[in-house]
Every structure is written in C-alpha cells, then in structure tokens.
C-alpha cells in the first residue's frame, strides 16, 4: 500500500481512539490533534506491518498484547518538559517550603506527572542545595508511561536537553559523559539515591504502596482532562498530603471550581489545613 493512502487516518478512527485514551488516562484529546496521533501511531502502526489504523485499533482493544497496550499510551501521552520549567515554583520550594519544614524530619515530595524526570531532578537539586545531599528528603516520580518512566530512572540526558539548568548545577550535580555517552550527563548517585519511580495512572485508584507527601507537583497535565476527570484526580491525589501539605500545578491551572480542600497561597500554589 503506498504511504500517502496508509498516511490517512478517517475522522471514525480518530474518534475510537479519542475515546480508547479518555478511558485509559482520562486524557480529553482535542479534534485538532488528529494529525498529532497520525504521526504518533503511524510509524508504530508501519512498524508492525499493518495496514490500517483501524486494524492497530482492535489489535490493542482485543487485550491479547498488554505491552502494546501501553506503547500506544506511552506514544499517546509524552509531553515535553525540561530543568527548572516554570521557576517561581522551585524558588518557592527553596524560599518557603523548606525553611517551613520541622528540621530533622524528612521532606517527601512527590512529582505525580514526572515525564522524562527533569522535574524530579530539578527538585532534587534544590533540596540537596538546602538540606545537604545527604540530607533528609525523598521524591517519588510516578507517570502512565513506561518509557519516559525508564528515562527518568536512568538519569541520563543530552546536552542539547541542558535548557533551564543553570551551569553550577551541570557543574555540582552532573557527570559528563565520556567515550560512547560524550555529549551527555548522568545525574550523580548521590542525588538519586533519594528518589524512587512508579508507573501511577491518575485515571485510576491509586496503590497505598504510594505513601504521604508534604509536596505533590501536578503541573501540566490536568490540561489533558475534563473537569470530572480533573476533579477526581485532584481528590485521590490530595488523600497523600500530610496535613499542611502543599499542592502545587502548572501555571496554566488551577484548582478553583474542582476542590476546597486545599486552599490557595498563591497563584498555582495550595495548601492542605
């Protein structure tokens, strides 16, 4: 079949897997990201040697292949991000949060859409800047995709993905690589010898294996949802805040009109009483 014909993906298609990630993520997936999943699933779709969408979509609904199942999601669902994105908030963290905690205790932060890991990395290195490197403090990243979870697991990253991380942090908390890995960075043991990964699907009731947090990041995700969603994933979210625990989503959300169980301190910013 020649690629130009297979390229086509029908406005039927879109719509079964409009609904098949709404049901697995909660994630609303706008009409104008039709091309977005084309290019996304097209290559996978080629891959396998199929020669339609509508074919890869009763191959991962019939449930016989769960581990393609989830490349499709991990497909479906990667975001960018990068060190230090929206900075107020890790400023926040230094200048607030952490001077605010008991002294000894240990700070536990969880960051729930955690991506490639540039979050988790970037909040462990204010941390260790504050409370030493070994000081007293976790993070637990979790995300629906395996892929990115594996990524952030690993720690390695390109030079050409260094945007927002200042050079002194490159300098103190990186190793460079060498030889095959020249042109990367290896976030330093020490630092992530305090976090730990799970794949967490917010869209669904979540392990008590997760534990409680004094900080959660959900920052640029509940974009994806609908308000029910978006309500339901706060609620279970906020069930893993210590009392006084702080709740913090990107700068194109918020939280009023989905719950008052956490009260604003600033924009993007909450609080549990």
């Not at 991506?115 to 290195?125: C, N």
């Not at 959900?218 to 805040?241: C, E, G, P, S, W």
Request: proline share 3%; charged share 25%; hydrophobic share 40%.
């Amino acid at each position: 079949m020649p690629s130009q014909e297979f390229a086509q993906l029908t406005d039927q298609e879109f719509a079964q897997f409009q609904r098949l990630i709404y049901q697995i993520a909660g994630i609303s997936m706008a009409d104008s990201k039709k091309v977005l999943l084309a290019g996304r699933l097209g290559k996978r779709v080629r891959a396998l040697g199929m020669a339609s969408f509508s074919q890869y979509y009763r191959y991962v609904t019939k449930g016989d292949d769960a581990r393609e199942r989830q490349t499709m999601v991990d497909l479906l669902t990667t975001n960018e991000t990068y060190f230090f994105r929206e900075e107020a908030h890790f400023e926040f963290l230094r200048s607030t949060i952490v001077p605010s905690h008991p002294r000894g205790e240990s700070l536990d932060i969880w960051s729930a859409a955690s991506s490639t890991g540039e979050e988790i990395y970037t909040i462990a290195m204010v941390l260790a800047d504050e409370m030493g490197v070994d000081g007293n403090w976790s993070i637990f990243g979790s995300d629906i995709g395996t892929h990115v979870l594996a990524k952030a697991e690993q720690g390695q990253y390109w030079l050409d993905r260094v945007r927002g991380l200042p050079k002194d942090y490159l300098r103190k908390y990186c190793l460079k690589g060498v030889r095959s890995q020249e042109g990367s960075f290896l976030i330093s043991p020490e630092l992530r010898r305090h976090t730990r990964f799970m794949q967490v699907n917010l869209n669904q009731s979540l392990p008590t294996s997760i534990g409680k947090f004094h900080v959660i990041f959900l920052r640029n995700v509940m974009i994806y949802f609908d308000q029910a969603t978006k309500r339901q994933v706060v609620d279970r979210l906020i069930d893993h805040l210590h009392p006084k625990g702080w709740f913090i989503v990107g700068h194109s959300e918020s939280l009023n009109g989905l719950t008052e169980r956490v009260k604003p301190v600033k924009t993007t910013i909450y609080r549990l009483p």
